[in-house]
């Protein structure tokens, strides 16, 4: 009996180190969307300490998350060409345990603009380029560079190319993200242009692009707010700051989570961060 009990208690033990693997793998795959942390914006000068101690509280839950990736949708720092606060984002970015994919993009507030001129050039000097592609499980992440698009600058047709070729090629990735700065809209395709948003001659170009190629959901920052809507299908969720806020939201985080019944995410303040999965 004893030899029978023991027979069954190793066998049930083989059993568990064979399903263990494929319980892990088949968790929900979580990305962690961070938008404008803008060191500086907080008091308007070079007193950093307000939207460093905001943005390394969300970093430190963050960390104990373990989430798959962190996205930041842009703004960074206030001023782009100020080396204390490229300085202090770098050292924020560099706390961000390894193990977690990170992938940054630039907001307005990160680089030059003057009209149709849109120079990125110090921005990628710091941070790599400035667009991104990461499949990730089940999951493409896209990520683009929103001011060509606003600014209808010269790079645009360039960066419109590669994303296309990028979708064409992981065509059959089943769940597509995209990731910007500036919202396409707030809520209706056809809302009036206003600072924050694209204007409304790109927005139905692009959205019809994104149904073309089964993008089920574009995030965005840049207002500082929270804001939702829906084109073709397609979700339009913009995230509000992780720092200085504009409206009525609180500092804080979207946790974006793909499982077996599809994508869904919601936005948490700092403080409401789970600390595990």
Same mark, same amino acid.
């Given at each position: 009996?004893?030899?029978?009990?023991? +027979?069954?208690?190793?066998? +049930?033990?083989?059993?568990?180190?064979?399903?263990?693997? /494929?319980?892990?793998?088949?968790?929900?795959?979580?990305?962690?969307?961070?938008?404008?942390?803008?060191?500086?914006?907080?008091?308007?000068?070079?007193?950093?300490?307000p939207?460093?101690?905001?943005?390394?509280?969300?970093i430190?839950?963050?960390?104990?998350?373990?989430?798959d990736?962190?996205? $930041?949708?842009?703004?960074?720092?206030?001023?782009?060409?100020?080396?204390?606060?490229?300085?202090?984002?770098?050292?924020?970015?560099d #706390?961000?345990?390894?193990?977690?994919?990170?992938?940054?993009l630039?907001?307005?507030?990160?680089?030059?603009?003057?009209?149709?001129?849109?120079?990125?050039?110090?921005?990628?000097?710091?941070? /790599?380029?400035?667009?991104?592609?990461h499949?990730?499980?089940?999951?493409?992440?896209?990520g683009?560079?929103?001011?060509?698009?606003?600014?209808?600058?010269?790079?645009?047709?360039?960066?419109?190319?590669?994303?296309?070729? #990028?979708?064409?090629e992981?065509?059959?990735?089943?769940?597509?993200?995209?990731?910007?700065?500036?919202?396409?809209?707030?809520?209706?395709?056809?809302?009036?242009?206003?600072?924050?948003? $694209?204007?409304?001659?790109?927005?139905?170009?692009?959205?019809?692009?994104?149904?073309?190629?089964?993008?089920?959901?574009?995030?965005?920052?840049?207002?500082?707010?929270?804001?939702?809507?829906?084109?073709?299908? $397609?979700?339009?969720?913009?995230?509000?700051?992780?720092?200085?806020?504009? /409206?009525?939201?609180?500092?804080?985080?979207?946790?974006?989570?793909?499982?077996?019944? /599809?994508?869904?995410? #919601?936005?948490?303040?700092?403080?409401?961060?789970?600390?595990?999965?």
């Amino acid at each position: 009996m004893k030899n029978l009990l023991h +027979a069954i208690a190793l066998l +049930a033990m083989a059993l568990l180190l064979i399903l263990l693997p /494929g319980c892990r793998n088949s968790r929900p795959t979580l990305i962690v969307q961070i938008s404008d942390p803008q060191l500086g914006f907080s008091t308007e000068s070079h007193d950093l300490s307000p939207d460093t101690a905001m943005f390394g509280e969300a970093i430190r839950r963050i960390n104990q998350l373990q989430p798959d990736a962190v996205v $930041i949708t842009g703004d960074l720092v206030h001023e782009c060409d100020d080396p204390v606060q490229l300085a202090m984002v770098r050292a924020l970015l560099d #706390r961000i345990d390894p193990e977690i994919a990170i992938f940054p993009l630039p907001g307005n507030h990160d680089i030059r603009i003057e009209g149709q001129n849109v120079n990125a050039a110090r921005y990628m000097a710091e941070h /790599g380029k400035d667009r991104f592609v990461h499949t990730l499980k089940n999951c493409l992440l896209v990520g683009l560079n929103s001011s060509y698009i606003k600014q209808h600058a010269p790079q645009e047709q360039e960066q419109k190319q590669w994303l296309v070729e #990028r979708l064409q090629e992981y065509a059959e990735v089943p769940h597509k993200i995209i990731f910007v700065h500036h919202p396409f809209f707030r809520e209706k395709i056809d809302e009036p242009n206003d600072y924050f948003s $694209i204007d409304s001659a790109d927005r139905r170009r692009y959205f019809d692009l994104f149904a073309q190629y089964g993008v089920e959901a574009v995030y965005a920052g840049h207002l500082h707010d929270n804001a939702q809507g829906e084109y073709l299908g $397609i979700r339009m969720v913009t995230t509000s700051a992780v720092c200085r806020q504009l /409206g009525k939201a609180r500092p804080g985080v979207r946790l974006i989570e793909i499982n077996r019944e /599809g994508l869904k995410d #919601r936005y948490v303040s700092t403080q409401e961060i789970p600390t595990e999965r």
